[in-house]
């Protein structure tokens, strides 16, 4: 039996990909005169956003964006510094008049209300959107002490 030499693969030089860097993408300023605010207040957290009629995000903030840590996240004063910040970057679009859609039962609900109205939006409608069970889950079966 005849052995055949064994070749080696040919190692090739290995080459450095360059990344080339992107330019940051340019903000498209919008200019949208109307628009839905959009509330969610859990105990734990409020997120506020501003959106076109087709739904498109113009702004928005929470409060753990704002800051705020822990349970102090779930305050009406973080609520309302998140609610006045979103409706200053909405003002620099442009956005004049609103409708508010309030979802959950946290604290934040009317504090955000609050700033909305102290800021000089004009509030056209304001719509409850809270889920509420029909009959809902099943609830634990009865403690037996």
Not at 118 to 143: A, F, L, Q, W, Y
Request: hydrophobic share 35%; proline share 7%; with cysteine.
């Amino acid at each position: 039996m005849v052995e055949k030499p064994v070749e080696k693969p040919v190692e090739k030089p290995v080459e450095k990909k360059v990344e080339k860097k992107r330019a940051p993408r340019k903000k498209i300023k919008k200019n949208v005169a109307t628009g839905i605010m959009h509330v969610k207040a859990s105990f734990n957290n409020t997120v506020i956003s501003i959106t076109d009629h087709q739904g498109n995000t113009l702004a928005w903030a929470s409060c753990g964006l704002k800051g705020f840590k822990g349970a102090r996240k779930g305050t009406p004063y973080a609520a309302g510094i998140a609610a006045s910040d979103v409706l200053r970057r909405a003002q620099d679009m442009g956005l004049r008049t609103v409708t508010v859609k309030i979802k959950g039962p946290g604290a934040g609900r009317e504090s955000a209300l609050r700033a909305i109205q102290s800021s000089g939006v004009k509030v056209t409608t304001i719509e409850d959107i809270t889920p509420i069970p029909h009959n809902g889950c099943r609830p634990p079966k009865r403690r037996r002490v």
